[in-house]
């Protein structure tokens, strides 16, 4: 579906519908009700100039120029909240407005905190700007070695896709450590790319750098198809639905799933080695890309009801009707772009969500968590003890040395 | 047409460490990363602006080095016209000096109005660049320069002077002029724009002939300089550590 | 070739800039035998005052209206005509705005070998450069004729070249500064609107540790009295009470002052990777742990508040001084 930018000598709007109608359900776009369900639904539809909803309306007056002088729709967090109740079944986030966000990045629209991590991404094969000889240097602080596979030479059962934030950002690598610390100590025979991977690009493509992602997806391919594995496995969300939904779409099909299916299946074998836990109440956040996107509800829950002590409550919004984190379509590189539009963040947001519900703990499911909601945390009134966990944790913890 | 070159080069990147080679005496190329010199992108961006606001033929000419043609076709995505690597450059960093004998020759064939290239590169031992190209082309030379605008046979650029004056400078055209920063960021261009550069643009390989490494000054030795993994801690109480504080900003000199 | 030892004097709007000072000590350090003189290049209009307070033993002083204030092309064709006459066994130049517009073309121009980046001279008489951003250092020898040397400031300290015995001065007459071909037609004072974070030298940085909005008057008063300008991490810009122009990180600016002093900041990631390219990180924190200690190179494990007041009198007492 790589869909080429908008030629010069035929107005914007036609061009652009061109491209739309030519996504799989693309068409569907016109049967638009403009019921504005989208809009309405849309975290940030209030600091938009271009809601979805108006955008359609607008590519009907034939006067969509005027989105691109507006930077609205860097506002998008490609949370699928619009997909998801939209009536007419039309692929908003997919179609819409990555195609927008594409249109907006080749007129040269980049808000600059994006654009250092688009050439990070390029450059490092990261979007943090970090060294790719490093990507694996998280590891250092493991009293066992995880094999690298290239250097390792021989088939592994699990090919571990640790991606970026989980591999490089301090927080998200607590995370990766215990998700480690498991796999050890369940006699998983696992091993990661090493330097030799890069970043997943589902992010970047949904920023609207389609070719960036293209460019990645390309060389993680490569590096792949070299090894022998049974299955991928991901702690990240995003690159789960890259190797799920958008890789086979450019020939690479390799079998994944996110850890949480894959935990799931081995709860006989966890279980016996929880210990005694203190008692706390978990709020758990659906990350986007594994519950709207991929329909993944029932697997981080049932792993958070099999730990001692931890009772699962819901907050206000749950399971289809989630909040996005804020991080996605590029919004861990928005920050500072959408606090200035909104005065918001959806991560604070959230944070109200989980207080309100009298949580002692959030517990997420992506590397992208952790640090935005503690971050949130900070700032909240009510939130000084909320403490901000990846289900991986809760159950390393629970399980203890 | 108003035609300008600019140079634009590699560098060893500093987000990965840097190593020295066994001789003691140079970086060790196995493990340099490259990176195009930021000062030299400035460059890139600045000749692209005065391209699109007064109309430019531009002209990117790079030493070859791993990633230079990546680095070229990103160029021309932003706008240049023609593209030059230089082959033939060899392991060894050949002096600067050297090196602005071999692009002054290509120079003074494409006879430019303005030269553009990044004021300094921080792997730079031997000299700057720009300046020595300036000599050779027998062309006035401003360096540090952030915002230019073009008159008739004379260019009109900002200069920084220490304490962070800026200074307008006339300068009688040809020149080289030393790139600080550019008067807007450097753009991003997409990569699928960059791609359709990689099956349409061409780069023109000139040989660099002889280039000398040696520049009669005698390295003795390359080395890392020593670094903490942490903060020293200043101890004792408040008006103790100030005392300490204020000498350490009196000898930083920044008291 | 003699074995003097000569460096350009810089001086702007008539004060003599501080690298010139350091030049002076590093040339002291070159000069290694006895009877090798220092000797002051100065060019100007009626500026051969400026010389007074220099640690040179002569100045050359060449006095011309063109070169009342620096341009490259004038400075260069005076050296070229100087060099006719004298042949010094290196000459220092500021690796600064100025000394680097000119000493490279010269190099070029007489074929001079040149060393960038000079920070130190070695007991030996070595040169002691710093390049990569400070990664890498090299330690040369000049080369065996005149060798042209940028000195970067660091190394000594401007006291280390300054004396009060006033120079013998000899005079040099100005070459033909007709049809020069660079200008300086004006300078522009910096506009008064908001500082620009990413070009200051020094930066007092708050964090969430500042509290309330009244306090920043304390880091307002420390920036004024160390010359520089107050940046924060995103919870103060959050909280409205700086705008986001003085916002340092991964959604704000990136620095690169010489001197970073954070009060009341933890180090988190998104903040620290856009401060790493200070020269100098100093941090007070209350919290021993904090991240920001890692990457600092002093810190101060104390309550800011406790801190702040003594350190504003005695800096003040300092500047008296
Ligand atoms: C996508 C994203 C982008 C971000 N972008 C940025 C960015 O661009 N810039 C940025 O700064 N942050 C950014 N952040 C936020 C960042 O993660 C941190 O939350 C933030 O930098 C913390 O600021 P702080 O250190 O001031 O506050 P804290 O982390 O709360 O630290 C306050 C510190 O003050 C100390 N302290 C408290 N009282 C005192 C006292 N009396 N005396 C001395 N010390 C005291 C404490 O010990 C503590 O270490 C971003 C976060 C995300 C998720
Ligand atoms: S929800 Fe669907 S049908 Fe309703 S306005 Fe939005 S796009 Fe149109
Ligand atoms: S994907 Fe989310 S943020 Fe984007 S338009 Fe839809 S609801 Fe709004």
Known sequence: MAVNGIQQSLPFTAQFKESLLKIPEGENIQACLQCACCSGVCPFGFAMDFPPGRMIAWMRAGILDEMLKSDSVWMCVSCYACTEVCPKDIPITLALMTRAKEEALLAGNVPAELQSALEFSQQYGNPLGESSRK????????????????????????????????????????????????????????????????????????AGERGLFEMLAEK?????????????????????????????????????????????????????LFKENGKAKVAYHDPCYLGRVNK??????????????????????????????????????????????????????????????????????????????EDAAKAITGAEKLQVKDVVELIVDAIGN | MTEIVVIARLVPDLVEELEIATSGTALDLAWLRLIINEFDNHAIEQAIILKERSGATVTIISPEAEGVEDMLFTTAAKGADKLIKLTGVGEEKPTNLSMAQTLAEIIKEINPDLVLTGVQAHDDFTGDLAPQLADLLDMPYVGYISGISLGDGKA???????????????????????????????????ISKVRQMMNTASIEDRDAGVLETDSGVVIDRMYLPEVADRAEMLEGDEEEVASKLIAILQDLGLL | MTQDIFLLIEHIQGQVSDISYIMAAAARELAQNEGDSVIGILFGSGAEGLKDSLAVDKVIYCDHPTLSEFTSDAYKRTLISLLEDYSPRAILFGNTTLGADVSSSLAAHLKFPIINSCLKISDSGGIISQICGGKIMVDSQLADKTTLITVNPGGYKPEEGQSSSSPETITFSPPDLENLK??????????????????????IAIGRGIQTEDNIELADELAELLGGAVCASRPVIDQGWLSTSRLVGRSGKKVKPDLYLCLGISGATEHIEAITDSKTIIAVNSDPDAPIFDIAQYGIEVDLFDFIDPLLEQIENAKND
């Open chain 1, 296 to 373: 993944i509800y029932d697997a981080p829950r049932q792993l958070i009801e099999a730990i001692p002590g931890l009772e699962l409550i819901e907050m206000a919004h749950n399971k289809s009707t989630s909040l996005c984190c804020g991080g996605g379509g590029g919004g861990m590189w928005l920050d500072g772009f959408r606090w200035e539009k909104s005065e918001s963040r959806l991560s604070e947001w959230r944070v109200k969500e989980a207080v309100a519900v009298n949580a002692d703990i959030l517990a997420v499911a992506c590397p992208y968590e952790p640090p935005r909601f």
């Open chain 2, 156 to 190: 009109t650029a900002y200069k920084e002077y220490p304490g962070g004056i800026l200074a307008e400078m006339e300068i009688a055209l040809p020149a080289v002029l030393g790139i600080q920063s550019s008067e807007e960021p450097p753009r991003y261009v997409a």
């Open chain 1, 135 to 206: 990507r694996a240097a998280w590891s250092e602080e493991l009293d066992f070695e995880i094999p690298i596979i290239r250097k390792a030479k021989r088939p592994v059962d699990i090919l571990w896709f640790v991606g970026d934030y989980a591999s490089y950002h301090p927080r998200s690598k607590n995370v990766t450590i215990a998700f480690a610390t498991l796999l050890n100590k369940l006699g998983i025979d696992f091993g990661i790319l090493g330097p030799d991977e890069f970043s997943d690009g589902d992010s970047q493509r949904l």
């Open chain 1, 220 to 272: 993680n391919a490569k590096v792949i198809s070299r090894c022998e594995f049974t299955e991928i496995i991901t702690t990240d969300p995003h690159a789960y639905n890259a190797f799920k939904n958008e890789y086979p779409q450019l020939g690479f099909d390799f079998p994944v799933r996110h850890y949480t299916e894959f935990l799931v299946e081995h709860l006989d074998e966890i279980t016996p």
């Open chain 3, 182 to 203: 660079v200008q300086l037609t004006q300078y522009i004072e910096p506009e008064a609107g908001d500082v620009d974070i990413s070009q200051e030298k020094i930066l």
